[in-house]
């Protein structure tokens, strides 16, 4: 079985966030990194985000042992928005699937059914759980 050197990890949650489900997610997304030669994962942000990685705030509040490849998305504003939501998470999932498809991975992963119909179509092997 061959090994699998690039894989981007498509999560829609903000990181930092006092969620539960964003602990998995940034342990899951360490555990990954450590196996994957290049791994990302991409999450949604505001454009404050963008450019700032993981950050040694971030790795403490969850308690990581080393800084996460973390792309965050641009979807996020920092005043209140005019916009639902759900629209915010349709512009994620639309951006995440154009950002993975343009770094070619050799796998992503994914959770939400949403974001795997919009992989479908691309043609690059996803991992949908």
Request: include cysteine; proline fraction near 9%.
């Amino acid at each position: 079985m061959a090994a699998i050197n690039t894989m981007i990890y498509l999560s829609p949650g903000n990181l930092p966030s006092q969620m539960a489900h964003t602990t998995q997610i940034a342990k899951m997304g360490q555990a990954l990194a450590q196996q994957v030669d290049r791994f990302e994962l991409v999450t949604a942000g505001d454009w404050i985000s963008l450019g700032r990685g993981t950050d040694p705030a971030l790795q403490e509040w969850y308690g990581l042992t080393r800084p996460l490849p973390l792309v965050s998305l641009p979807v996020h504003w920092r005043r209140p928005s005019v916009f639902p939501a759900n629209y915010r998470n349709w512009t994620y999932y639309r951006l995440a699937s154009l950002y993975a498809y343009l770094r070619c991975p050799a796998l992503i992963y994914t959770r939400p059914t949403t974001q795997a119909r919009y992989l479908l179509g691309l043609g690059i092997p996803f991992l949908w759980e």
